[in-house]
């Protein structure tokens, strides 16, 4: 199963949080999607909502210039 990608560099909250919520909705058990995050606000909105919502993060990059993670959705 290949890894998804969602750049939302461009994006601020809320609209990055409900493109995230989209994309990941979408996604079966397994499936995995990265998603890269500039948006402070989004930074820390997107993690906890999916967290919340039956999903595993993986921190692959965290830098002044982005959040780089890999999400995993659980059973």
Do not use: W
């Amino acid at each position: 199963m290949e890894t998804l990608l969602l750049n939302l560099t461009t994006e601020r909250c809320p609209m990055a949080l409900l493109l995230a919520k989209r994309a990941t909705k979408t996604l079966v058990v397994g499936q995995q999607i990265e998603i890269h995050i500039t948006d402070t606000g989004a930074r820390q909105d997107i993690p906890r909502y999916l967290i919340n919502h039956g999903f595993n993060i993986e921190v692959l990059a965290d830098s002044h210039q982005a959040l780089v993670i890999n999400v995993t959705k659980r059973q």
